[in-house]
Antibody
Framework: QEQLVESGGGVVQPGRSLTLSCEASGFTFSRYALHWVRQAPGKGLEWVAVVSYDGGNEYYADFVKGRFTIFRDNFKNTVSLQMNSLRAEDTAVYFC????????????WGRGTMVTVSS | SYELSQPPSVSVSPGQTATITCSGDALPTQLAYWYQQKPGQAPVLVVTKDTERPSGIPERFSGSSSGTTATLSISGVQAEDEADYYCQSADSSGFYLVFGGGTRLTVL
């Protein structure tokens, strides 16, 4: 069964750091680009970042550029999001999602992990 | 930064057709995708590549795109279709993705 499971969420103070992880199973992890998408409480979906299938390319939304880093380990089947200089507006559920190469759609999502930035 | 615009809400009676639009300057050159999200759940892909319906999605879901507007149509709306719907695409470079603000579909 294909699955993505996020972990690492929690409560963190403004200005501090947190690293989220997403573990994949049931498919050939190294064939897919992986993304992080977030959703603030009661708000819409926001694309955060992508890492290419081989880890060679990364792209970030403007609102996290310079603060967040996405990286993957194709041996451990994990993708991570290191989040530095966290702000209250980063409070959200963070979803890990797989992009299908054949059409560019997000075809597999995790259940998300909640990050709360608060003093 | 690039934005996609959706109406915040759409309401229809059961059996009617719901139409949700998504506007963006790069849509003439970038594909649109549509996701359904129900409370407390992860999004589910309902239309891919502007017009294609993924396996397992009911035939009543369809997509179209013309110029700077992509459209999701749900014909014969059922109570179970009540959800938030998001369009998703990319900017003109293709590297930076974006979601529309979402449309809440209410089945009256």
């Amino acid at each position: 069964q294909e699955q993505l499971v996020e972990s690492g969420g929690g409560v963190v103070q403004p200005g501090r750091s947190l690293t989220l992880s997403c573990e994949a199973s049931g498919f050939t992890f190294s064939r897919y680009a992986l993304h992080w998408v977030r959703q603030a409480p009661g708000k819409g979906l926001e694309w955060v970042a992508v890492v290419s299938y081989d880890g060679g390319n990364e792209y970030y939304a403007d609102f996290v550029k310079g603060r967040f880093t996405i990286f993957r380990d194709n041996f451990k089947n994990t993708v991570s999001l290191q989040m530095n200089s966290l702000r209250a507006e980063d409070t959200a559920v963070y979803f890990c999602t797989r992009m299908r190469g054949s059409d560019g759609a997000f075809d597999l999502w995790g259940r998300g992990t909640m990050v709360t930035v608060s003093s | 930064s690039y934005e996609l615009s959706q109406p915040p809400s759409v309401s229809v009676s059961p059996g009617q057709t719901a139409t949700i639009t998504c506007s963006g300057d790069a849509l003439p050159t970038q594909l649109a995708y549509w996701y359904q999200q129900k409370p407390g759940q992860a999004p589910v892909l309902v239309v891919t590549k502007d017009t294609e319906r993924p396996s397992g999605i009911p035939e009543r879901f369809s997509g179209s795109s013309s110029g700077t507007t992509a459209t999701l149509s749900i014909s014969g709306v059922q109570a179970e279709d009540e959800a938030d719907y998001y369009c998703q695409s990319a900017d003109s470079s293709g590297f930076y993705l974006v979601f529309g603000g979402g449309t809440r579909l209410t089945v009256l």
